[in-house]
C-alpha cells in the first residue's frame, strides 16, 4: 500500500475502514482472530490463530499464572497450524489471574502479544489492599495513593483536579498526542481497580519512506489518533509535589508492540526560573527493543549533561525476581530517593542504586504515568496487527514521604499582616497557593509578618517559601521572633525557589502572638538600606519538631559478634527481649551495632545496659564515625535501665560498619581485660544539629593568592599563629574553604590578632550557594575573639567556588586596604546547633597554673588541662558566644583517673542566676556529661558562662586534680 504525502479526508476514512486482517505490518506475521483483541473473558475460551506465513507449523501460546511468590509463567497450548496456518486452543482463563492479562502466541520467530480482560479468574495481587507497606518506606509515611477503585479525577490543565493529562508547559512527547479527559477520543477509563490508558493510531509506520512520513503524519495530526499520560500537578504546578526523602511506586501492565512506551517517572521543580531540573525514570519500556528488559535513568535538564541510566534485564538474573517482562505480567516499580543514595525497586528488589544528586535535595517533584507511544524522534509505531489499538492498564500508585503535619500560613491568610503596598504575580511558577507577593523592588519599607497558630508551646522547624529570578534580593531580611527572642537573617531568594526552604529551628509558645510567635520579610535590612532585588513574599510553614531517632537491639540484624555472647535475662533493665554477655571471658569478643543512618548528620548516641555488681566498670566503647574512631569506657555497674548519653558524633546516611558503628569490647584497647562482666544490650541514636567547623589558617582546607607571611608577633590568634599581607599594594587573597557534611545554615565567624597597625577596611567575601557576600571588618579592634560575619546557607561537600570566605587586602575598586591584613581563621557554627568549645578555644580564660596534659586519654580534641588542689583559686572558664537567647542543655568532659577530685567544683553563670555544682572527676571519664538545662542571653559575657575551680565555694581545696577539657552546648 502506498501512501502519499497529501491525506484527504476521504483516504483517512478508508484507512479507519480496513480490518485487521487487510492491512497488516510487514514484519507481523502471527494473529488471532478470535476473540477479538482487548475483548473480555470468562472461563473456557476459543482462540483462534490466522498466521499463513506459518502454514503447517507450530505454534506456542503462554500466559504468566498466579501462584507462590511471583507466579509462573505456563505453556497453555501448542497448536499445530494447518495449511492455511490456522488453528485454535482453549484458554482456561478461570485458572489465570483476574483483570488484564496478555496470552503470547509465537510461530516462526514472531510473537503476537493478546491482550485480554479477564472478568473471572483469580484475584491476585490486586489492588492496594492486596499490597503492604514496602519495606523499603520504612521510615516515611504515604502521603498519597490511588486505587482507581472509583471516579476518575482528571482535567486538561490539572486545576481541580487530581491529575493533568499534559505535561508541564504541554511538552507532550508522544505520536499520536496525549488526549484530553474531556475529549470524544478520552483514552481513560476506569475498570475494577484498574485505571486504562488506551494508545489509538491511524497507519503503521512501515514501508517506503513517503509512506512512513504519510503515517507520522497522520498519526500526529488526526484528532481520531491520541493515547494518555498523566501529572500530579497542574500547569501552574500546583497539586502533589514531594521532597526527599521519598519513595514512589506503580503497579501496572502494557502491551508489547512496535512503538509502545510505558513510563512512570518523577519531574523537579526547577528552583530559579529556567533553571536546571531533574527527571528520574522509574521505569521507562520500549517495545520496539529486546524482549525482558527495560530502562531506569536519570536526566538533567535542559542540558542533560549527566545522564545515567541501568537496563534491567526481566529475565530471572536478578535474584528475588521472576522471568516475566514488563509486558507478561503486572509488576511493581518503585524508587527510594534519600539525602545519599537512590534507589531503583522491581517488585521490591533492588535493581539499581546511584549516588542522588544534591540538587535534588533543595528541589521539589511531582510524578507522571501514562502510556506514550513512538515519541516524537524518529522511534515508528506498528499497531495495524492489533487493530491500531493497545492498552496500558494502571492498578494502583502511591507515595511515600515525611508526612507533612505543618502549619503553612500562606500570603492571603488572615493572619498574614502586610505594611505597605505589596502586588500580586503568578508570573512564575512554584509559589503555594493562588499567587505570591513582591515588593515591586521599592525603596520604601514593606513587611509581611506571618503569625502561625501553634496548637502547643515547643520546638517547631520553620520554612518560607519563594519564586526565585535573577531580579530577586540576595539579601531578603527576615526576622523570626519566638518567645519574646528575636533572630534575624537574609535569605538569596536569586536561587532555591518552589521548595520549602529550612531556615531554621525555633521555640514558641502556643497561641497566635506576632510579638512572640511571628515571622516578618522585609524589603530593608535593619540598618534601614533596601534590599538588592525584588523582595517576594509567598508563604511560611513550621513544622514540630521531631529528631530523627534509631534504636538497635542485640536480636537486630543490624548487629555483628565476634567471640561467644551468651543470652540472658537474669538483671531486669534490658531493652527488647534480652541482653548478652561475655561471661566474663578473658579473650577478646566485641559485639558491634550497625544502624540504619537515615541522613547525613550529627547524633547524639545512648547506650543501655543492665547493671550489676559483678560487671565492668570500664566496659571498652569503640564509636567509628565519617572515617574516625572514638574510643570511650563505660560503667556497667550502674546506670542500668536507661539510656546513657556517651557522645555526639557525625554519621553518614546509610549502613557501614567502617564508619558508622558503635562496638562494645570486652577488652580496653591496650588488651587489659575488662574488670567485670560486659553487656551488650541495644544503642540509640537521635539526630541532632551539625558539629561546627573551624578552618586555621594552616589547615588542608586553605588556598591563597600573593604571598603571606607567617606570625605569632600579636597575640590573640587561634592556633599556632596567622598570616599578614606585608600591607602589600599588590592583590593578595586568603580563602578559607571547609568541607560540610549537610546542606544546613551556618553562622560565620571570623578570628584575628589585632594591633593599631592593622586595616580598619579588611575586605571579606563570603561565598555561599552560587551567591557572594562583601564585608569589611575592622582588624584593629576585637582581637582574639570570634567575631560574627552573618548567617549563610552553605551546600554539602567543599567546594571553593560556592562554600568559602576569603579575605582580601583590596577594597573592590583595586584601591589598598588601610593596613596589614591578617588571615587566622574562620569558624562556621550550625545556625541553633550544637557548640563544642574545647579548653584551646578561644573563649577560655584562666586565672592560676593550668598546665596541658595527654596523659589520659579520653580526652577532647588534641589534650586536656589540670589543676592540683591548692589554698590558691584557680579558676578555668569558658565564655560562649551566644546567637540567640533561650534554653540550652550542657555537657562537660574530662578524663579520669584515681588521682581526680571526686568534688570538682562547677559554677554555671545564666540568665536564671549562678548555679553552683560539684562533679566526680574519678568517674564517667572520655564522655560528654549532662551538667543541666540554662537559658542564656544571646551575645558573650560573664554572665553567660561556665567555669570550673580548684577550690570549692567555701574556700576548701577539692580532693583531687582539677580536670578542664571541653564543654558541649546544645539548644533545647
Known sequence: MKFSTALPLSFVSFILSLSILSFRPLDATVYVSSPEYRSDVNGNTLIQIDSPDHANQTAVAKCWQHGAGLGADTTVATVALDAAGKGSFTFPAGSYPKGPITIRITAGGDTCHLQLYNTGGVSWKEGLAAAPTPPQAAGLSLVFADDFDGPLSISRTGEGATYGSHTVGYKDFSRPKFRDFEDSNNPFSQRDTYLRIRATTLADESGTPAEVTAARSLNWNSSAAGTGHLCSVAQNLSGFRMQVPFYMECRFIAQRAKGSWPSFWALSTPNVDGGEYAEIDVIEAYGSVAQKRYTAGIHNWPTDDARDYKLVQMDGSIAGTNAADWSDSVHTYGCLVTESVTYYYLDNVEVWNHPTRQEWLIQEFYFYFGYAFAGTSGWLSELGRYGFKSDMYVDWVRMYAIEDNGIIVDNSDANSTLVGSWSESTSTLGYNGANYLHDDNSSALKTITWTPDFPSSGAY?????????????????????????????????????????????????????????????????????????????????????????????????????????????????????????????????????????????????????????????????????????????????????VWNYIGTYAFNAGTDAANNSIALRNQLMDGTSCDGYVIADAVRIVETAAAEIIVDNTDSGTSSSGSWSDSSYRPGYYGTGYKYDGQSSSLKTFTWTPSFQQTRLYDVYMQWASYSDRASNAQVVVNFQGSSDVLSVNQRLNGGQWNYLGTYEFAQGSDALNNSVTIKNQLPGGTSCDGQVIADAVRFVPFGGVMVLDNTASEVSRVGSWLPSTYVSGYHDSNYEYASPSSTLETFTWTPSFNTTQSYRLFMKWTKSSGRANNAQIVINHQGGTTNLNVNQEIDGGQWNDLGSYTFSSGSSAANSIQIRNQLMDGTPCEGVVIADAIQIIPE
Open 461 to 641: 522547624d520553620v520554612y518560607m517559601r519563594w519564586t526565585a529570578y535573577s531580579n530577586r534580593a540576595s539579601n531578603a531580611q527576615v526576622v523570626i521572633n519566638s518567645q519574646g527572642n528575636t533572630s534575624d537573617f537574609t535569605v538569596n531568594q536569586k536561587v532555591e525557589g518552589s521548595y520549602w526552604k529550612y531556615v531554621g529551628t525555633y521555640t514558641f509558645d502556643a497561641g497566635s502572638n506576632a510579638t512572640t510567635n511571628s515571622i516578618t520579610l522585609r524589603n530593608q535590612l535593619l540598618n534601614g538600606t533596601s534590599c538588592n532585588g525584588y523582595v517576594i513574599a509567598d508563604a511560611v510553614k513550621v513544622v514540630p519538631s521531631a529528631p530523627k531517632e534509631v534504636i538497635v537491639d542485640n536480636t537486630d540484624s543490624g548487629v555483628v559478634r565476634s567471640g561467644s555472647w551468651s543470652s540472658s535475662t537474669s538483671s531486669p533493665g534490658y531493652y527488647g527481649t534480652d541482653y548478652e554477655h561475655d561471661g566474663d571471658s578473658s579473650s577478646l569478643k566485641t559485639f558491634t551495632w550497625v544502624p540504619q543512618v537515615p541522613t547525613n548528620s550529627s547524633y547524639d548516641v545512648y547506650m543501655q545496659w543492665t547493671a550489676y555488681s559483678n560487671r565492668a566498670s570500664n566496659a571498652q566503647v569503640v564509636i567509628k564515625h565519617q572515617g574516625n574512631s572514638s574510643e570511650l569506657t563505660v560503667n556497667q555497674r550502674v546506670d542500668g535501665q
